[in-house]
């Protein structure tokens, strides 16, 4: 049979010149998505809701499409992986059909679709080894300055995008602040290991590719600078296995040297660089990565949380190692442990097992069939191949693929779009000189002037987010300030200096402008990258100092709630609840501060408006609220459990169960048990006291007056009676 051929020769000028602007606007569009990804969270588009790499790779599918056209060549360019691609892809079509989560299963094998598309587009795009040195270049640069932000976020003079301390303290830790205690840092993603695996990736692939050419003295030290700042990156996120990974690829690189006779200096050098790296972070960071490895066999949270994972997926697998489970559902094995509070909302950390839980063995034999396919043809490039470029290229792309394997055995990347870019890129130039295009040399111009366009479109979207999340970073650390402040005195019962604490974090968190809108700010939880910058301060650490009732509630509710307890603290009920009101405002469904509400009108003697609010802070809870006060409901609930089994239960049990039910909106059970006690111990005014309110409630004034004497009867000194009797007094007499 006849080679199949992927491009033919446009039969005019015209075509002939579509086809050129076709694929310069695809290879723009390749540089702008390896120069934007390791900008992770900086790089949304503003208003579209949507990143420049998913932007760039539909439109570099659109271009690929349309040079099919117009090429009028139908057939798909031969890479060598047709066979495992698509024994993948069927494994995983079948899966679906059984699937414990169907819906998942077929977003998750549309995603896989799209990159087997993303992977074609590329190879069409990619046709000379030039064209892949340059975005392996821009991807390195672009993971440098990155790199260098991160350094930069770790000595305190710019604000990471997520931190995280790595032992256990009793104190808040800025960033920076790497004397006080070691901080997991990643300047512009809000996961870890999407931080630092974009950075080893352009380890790796500029190791070998640039690190085994010859160059001159300035141009290796650039380089060698270049990896520097990409293990350094590595390092402040304290990632032991991308740290591990490097170090193994660094030994290879320096056997290579030796083997080719190259001279020693360059090692050297890169010695050198790595020391002075290390001197520069401090002893802390290289203590807390010893620390963060050997904590591996101890009692981390998060190992912990990856242990229990592996064991819940291991016993789920004899009932689903042969057909899985399928495409994405990992996650719902794992919702079904007995104990899902370990795991701490970890997903499965092994990309191998988790194939193997949702697709079974033959998709694991059809994943791992698909990475030693292309890790074979990498293999016979590196060895094989006749010029040196070509060479340097197939060993770079099988330290790729390494690094790749090694860190998706013990971390949950799977949805990654470079994936696709990268095997393309690697594939390109080899599969258009096995089907012998005439155009493989004609686009191989112009890779400088497509590095820096991509770049002025990609900086022209992640300058302005980035520069304002530095801006907006200040005003966070300050809200955050404030309202650690605040709990600080809370703690003391400095009430009136916690209420000006927390009235400068509400003057901190709302929006302002003057008259001319020229000052004009957003509210703090309108800015951008608010999540970001809060988790980097430790608004979370703060949130639970204040005990607020909830794990993560709105900001400006949380403000007015902290406020009103501070001002209902101090006895100024009334001007509590308007301010709880204030954070019901902003968050509707918070339990706590219906609750604190409730506690409020019910101590102004306002009970059928603090019943409401029981019974609202009740609802919210059985609608799925979480926090504290759903953890205190279900204790309340346990000690009613517990009076009720006693035989009989006495009358001061009955008063504290019905307590109980009151402060949980069931107004109805504790007024039976108030009857109960009222006939079955006459002498409780306690319960006497509780059925005038509710003939209160009721609107029946002279009744309540009557359980109200009876109560007074029963105890003279009874305080609520005597109060209540007096204002319902008074109210008579006002209308009379």
Same mark, same amino acid.
């Given at each position: 049979?006849?080679?199949?051929?992927?491009?033919?020769?446009?039969?005019?000028?015209?075509?002939?010149?579509?086809?050129?602007?076709?694929?310069?606007?695809?290879?723009?569009?390749?540089?702008?998505?390896?120069?934007?990804?390791?900008?992770?969270?900086?790089?949304?588009?503003?208003?579209?809701?949507?990143?420049?790499?998913?932007?760039?790779?539909?439109?570099?599918?659109?271009?690929?499409?349309?040079?099919?056209?117009?090429?009028?060549?139908?057939?798909?360019?031969?890479?060598?992986?047709?066979?495992?691609?698509?024994?993948?892809?069927?494994?995983?079509?079948?899966?679906?059909?059984?699937?414990?989560?169907?819906?998942?299963?077929?977003?998750?094998?549309?995603?896989?679709?799209?990159?087997?598309?993303?992977?074609?587009?590329?190879?069409?795009?990619?046709?000379?080894?030039?064209?892949?040195?340059?975005?392996?270049?821009?991807?390195?640069?672009?993971?440098?300055?990155?790199?260098?932000?991160?350094?930069?976020?770790?000595?305190?003079?710019?604000?990471?995008?997520?931190?995280?301390?790595?032992?256990?303290?009793?104190?808040?830790?800025?960033?920076?602040?790497?004397?006080?205690?070691?901080?997991?840092?990643?300047?512009?993603?809000?996961?870890?290991?999407?931080?630092?695996?974009?950075?080893?990736?352009?380890?790796?692939?500029?190791?070998?590719?640039?690190?085994?050419?010859?160059?001159?003295?300035?141009?290796?030290?650039?380089?060698?600078?270049?990896?520097?700042?990409?293990?350094?990156?590595?390092?402040?996120?304290?990632?032991?296995?991308?740290?591990?990974?490097?170090?193994?690829?660094?030994?290879?690189?320096?056997?290579?040297?030796?083997?080719?006779?190259?001279?020693?200096?360059?090692?050297?050098?890169?010695?050198?660089?790595?020391?002075?790296?290390?001197?520069?972070?401090?002893?802390?960071?290289?203590?807390?990565?010893?620390?963060?490895?050997?904590?591996?066999?101890?009692?981390?949270?998060?190992?912990?949380?990856?242990?229990?994972?592996?064991?819940?997926?291991?016993?789920?697998?004899?009932?689903?190692?042969?057909?899985?489970?399928?495409?994405?559902?990992?996650?719902?094995?794992?919702?079904?442990?007995?104990?899902?509070?370990?795991?701490?909302?970890?997903?499965?950390?092994?990309?191998?097992?988790?194939?193997?839980?949702?697709?079974?063995?033959?998709?694991?034999?059809?994943?791992?069939?698909?990475?030693?396919?292309?890790?074979?043809?990498?293999?016979?490039?590196?060895?094989?191949?006749?010029?040196?470029?070509?060479?340097?290229?197939?060993?770079?792309?099988?330290?790729?693929?390494?690094?790749?394997?090694?860190?998706?055995?013990?971390?949950?990347?799977?949805?990654?779009?470079?994936?696709?870019?990268?095997?393309?890129?690697?594939?390109?130039?080899?599969?258009?000189?096995?089907?012998?295009?005439?155009?493989?040399?004609?686009?191989?111009?112009?890779?400088?002037?497509?590095?820096?366009?991509?770049?002025?479109?990609?900086?022209?979207?992640?300058?302005?987010?980035?520069?304002?999340?530095?801006?907006?970073?200040?005003?966070?650390?300050?809200?955050?300030?404030? *309202?650690? &402040?605040?709990?600080? @005195?809370?703690?003391? /019962?400095?009430?009136? #200096?916690? !209420?000006? %604490? $927390?009235?400068?974090?509400?003057?901190?968190?709302?929006?302002?402008?003057?008259?001319?809108?020229?000052?004009?700010?957003?509210?703090?939880?309108?800015?951008?990258?608010?999540?970001?910058?809060?988790?980097?301060?430790?608004?979370?650490?703060?949130?639970?100092?204040?005990?607020?009732?909830?794990?993560?509630?709105?900001?400006?509710?949380?403000?007015?709630?902290?406020?009103?307890?501070?001002?209902?603290?101090?006895?100024? *009920?009334? &001007?509590?609840?308007? @301010?709880?009101?204030? /954070?019901?405002?902003? #968050?509707? !469904?918070? %339990? $706590?501060?219906?609750?604190?509400?409730?506690?409020?009108?019910?101590?102004?003697?306002?009970?059928?408006?603090?019943?409401?609010?029981?019974?609202?802070?009740?609802?919210?809870?059985?609608?799925?609220?979480?926090?504290?006060?759903?953890?205190?409901?279900?204790?309340?609930?346990?000690?009613?459990?517990?009076?009720?089994?006693?035989?009989?239960?006495?009358?001061?049990?009955?008063?504290?169960?019905?307590?109980?039910?009151?402060?949980?909106?069931?107004?109805?059970?504790?007024?039976?048990?108030?009857?109960?006690?009222?006939?079955?111990?006459?002498?409780?005014?306690?319960?006497?006291?509780?059925?005038?309110?509710?003939?209160?409630?009721?609107?029946?004034?002279?009744?309540?007056?009557?359980?109200?004497?009876?109560?007074?009867?029963?105890?003279?000194?009874?305080?609520?009676?005597?109060?209540?009797?007096?204002?319902?007094?008074?109210?008579?007499?006002?209308?009379?």
């Amino acid at each position: 049979m006849s080679e199949v051929v992927a491009d033919r020769i446009p039969e005019d000028a015209l075509s002939e010149k579509a086809v050129a602007f076709l694929d310069r606007i695809g290879a723009i569009l390749l540089h702008v998505i390896v120069i934007a990804a390791p900008w992770e969270i900086f790089q949304r588009i503003p208003m579209a809701g949507v990143t420049l790499v998913k932007l760039a790779g539909a439109m570099l599918i659109a271009v690929a499409a349309a040079r099919v056209v117009v090429t009028r060549s139908w057939a798909i360019p031969r890479t060598g992986l047709e066979f495992p691609i698509a024994a993948f892809a069927v494994i995983c079509a079948l899966c679906t059909w059984h699937s414990l989560d169907r819906g998942a299963s077929w977003e998750q094998l549309r995603i896989y679709l799209t990159y087997a598309a993303l992977f074609y587009a590329a190879v069409l795009t990619v046709r000379d080894i030039r064209t892949v040195e340059s975005l392996i270049l821009a991807l390195t640069l672009s993971s440098a300055v990155v790199s260098a932000v991160a350094l930069l976020c770790s000595a305190g003079l710019l604000t990471p995008s997520l931190s995280y301390v790595t032992e256990h303290v009793s104190r808040r830790v800025l960033p920076g602040a790497r004397h006080e205690a070691p901080l997991r840092i990643v300047a512009t993603s809000d996961d870890f290991n999407q931080g630092v695996f974009i950075p080893l990736m352009a380890f790796a692939l500029s190791l070998f590719t640039f690190g085994w050419r010859r160059m001159g003295v300035l141009r290796r030290i650039g380089l060698y600078a270049l990896l520097a700042l990409l293990l350094g990156a590595m390092l402040v996120a304290v990632s032991r296995s991308s740290v591990a990974i490097a170090i193994c690829l660094l030994v290879v690189y320096v056997t290579g040297h030796f083997r080719s006779r190259l001279r020693l200096w360059p090692v050297i050098a890169a010695i050198v660089l790595v020391a002075a790296l290390g001197g520069a972070l401090g002893h802390r960071y290289l203590t807390a990565f010893v620390t963060r490895t050997s904590s591996i066999s101890s009692h981390d949270p998060s190992v912990e949380g990856r242990r229990y994972g592996y064991s819940v997926a291991w016993h789920a697998l004899p009932q689903y190692w042969l057909a899985g489970a399928g495409l994405n559902t990992s996650d719902v094995i794992l919702s079904r442990a007995e104990h899902p509070e370990i795991l701490r909302g970890q997903t499965l950390h092994s990309v191998p097992f988790k194939i193997l839980l949702e697709t079974g063995v033959f998709g694991l034999a059809a994943y791992l069939g698909l990475i030693a396919a292309f890790a074979a043809i990498l293999w016979r490039r590196a060895i094989c191949a006749s010029s040196g470029a070509e060479q340097r290229l197939g060993a770079a792309f099988l330290a790729w693929l390494f690094a790749c394997f090694l860190v998706t055995c013990v971390q949950p990347l799977t949805v990654v779009s470079m994936f696709p870019v990268m095997v393309g890129l690697a594939l390109g130039p080899l599969a258009h000189a096995r089907a012998g295009s005439a155009l493989c040399d004609a686009v191989s111009r112009g890779p400088r002037t497509d590095a820096w366009l991509a770049t002025l479109a990609v900086g022209v979207i992640v300058a302005p987010n980035a520069i304002q999340y530095q801006m907006d970073a200040p005003r966070v650390a300050q809200f955050v300030d404030y *309202l650690e &402040e605040g709990a600080g @005195h809370e703690r003391r /019962a400095e009430w009136s #200096a916690a !209420e000006e %604490a $927390y009235r400068s974090a509400a003057t901190v968190a709302e929006p302002q402008s003057d008259g001319n809108q020229s000052t004009w700010r957003r509210s703090i939880d309108a800015a951008p990258y608010f999540a970001n910058a809060a988790t980097a301060f430790g608004l979370d650490y703060v949130y639970r100092r204040m005990a607020l009732g909830q794990t993560e509630p709105q900001p400006r509710a949380a403000c007015e709630f902290a406020l009103g307890r501070a001002i209902m603290a101090q006895g100024r *009920l009334a &001007e509590a609840v308007e @301010h709880l009101d204030g /954070a019901l405002n902003y #968050a509707p !469904e918070y %339990a $706590y501060a219906w609750f604190t509400k409730g506690e409020c009108l019910w101590a102004l003697g306002e009970f059928k408006s603090a019943v409401d609010a029981y019974a609202k802070a009740a609802a919210v809870k059985s609608a799925g609220g979480k926090g504290a006060y759903a953890a205190r409901l279900n204790a309340m609930a346990l000690r009613i459990e517990e009076i009720g089994q006693q035989n009989p239960p006495s009358p001061e049990a009955l008063l504290e169960a019905a307590r109980l039910w009151r402060i949980q909106g069931a107004w109805d059970k504790a007024l039976a048990l108030y009857q109960t006690v009222a006939a079955s111990s006459p002498s409780e005014a306690d319960a006497r006291f509780h059925l005038g309110v509710d003939a209160e409630i009721r609107g029946r004034a002279d009744q309540a007056i009557a359980e109200y004497e009876t109560a007074l009867r029963l105890l003279p000194n009874h305080y609520e009676s005597a109060l209540r009797l007096q204002r319902l007094r008074s109210s008579q007499a006002k209308h009379e």
